[in-house]
């Protein structure tokens, strides 16, 4: 059973540049999480989604941040213009509410994205 | 809005013996969940064991274990017969009922040595 598919795994990119990140949930999931890592800020919580609808974006830092998700398998996570203060982990994650401990959360691999 | 603290930015413990690490957090709510998650030097997120507020008999999973402290608001996770794998950073995390927003510690960097 494929667990949570992030692409890429990592990515250079220089300041200016449009970056889009990629996720494919765990097939069956309907609530979608972006998360960012970084080590002043630890892991916060981006934006979620609920079959594929936005439910809570008040994690999404500015306007140059937007998410997506057009069906239940893939959602992408846009930064456009990227800067550099936005270098970071980002991990995608997905549960599901029909579930047994649906609160449970599980984590893709996480992209480590670099901006110069 | 719900805080979680976790004091102990580094551990280390030997093979085979046991460390606690420690979580407290801060919430009015009544009815809430808490997790233990692990991300090795790979990065990924991987759940360890996770305890619902109403239930009072802590949480066992394997070596795993939780001390749940409800009125005192603590967590702490207590791995024994510690195993080289088990380095890693650990995270708390608390979740409000019917909410599905998760609120992470700092993480306790764990080192388990030879």
């Known amino acids: 059973d494929a667990g949570v598919i992030q692409s890429p795994r990592h990515e250079v990119t220089e300041m200016g540049q449009e970056v889009t990140l990629r996720c494919k949930p765990i097939?069956?999931?309907?609530?979608l999480f972006w998360y960012r890592q970084t080590m002043m800020r630890g892991l916060e919580l981006l934006i979620y989604f609920n079959n594929n609808v936005p439910i809570d974006d008040s994690g999404m830092p500015e306007d140059r941040f937007s998410a997506k998700m057009p069906n239940a398998s893939f959602s992408t996570l846009k930064i456009q213009p990227s800067e550099p203060r936005d270098s970071a982990v980002y991990f995608c994650?997905?549960?599901?509410?029909?579930?047994?401990?649906?609160?449970?959360?599980?984590f893709g691999p996480g992209t480590r994205l670099l901006v110069l | 809005a719900q805080t979680v603290t976790q004091s102990q930015p580094e551990m280390s413990v030997q093979e085979a013996e046991t460390v606690t690490l420690s979580c407290t957090y801060d919430t009015s709510e009544n009815n809430y969940y808490l997790f233990w998650y692990k991300q090795p030097p790979s990065r990924q997120m991987i759940l360890v064991i996770r305890q619902e507020a109403y239930k009072q008999q802590n949480a066992t999973e394997n070596r795993f274990s939780v001390n749940f402290q409800k009125a005192a608001k603590s967590f702490s996770l207590k791995i024994s017969d510690s195993q080289l794998g088990d380095t890693a950073m650990y995270f708390c995390a608390f979740m409000k009922l019917r909410s599905e927003k998760l609120v992470f510690g700092k993480g306790t960097k764990l080192t388990v040595n030879p």
């Open positions: 994650a997905s549960s599901n509410a029909g579930q047994t401990y649906q609160e449970t959360q599980y």
């Open positions: 097939s069956g999931h309907d609530y």
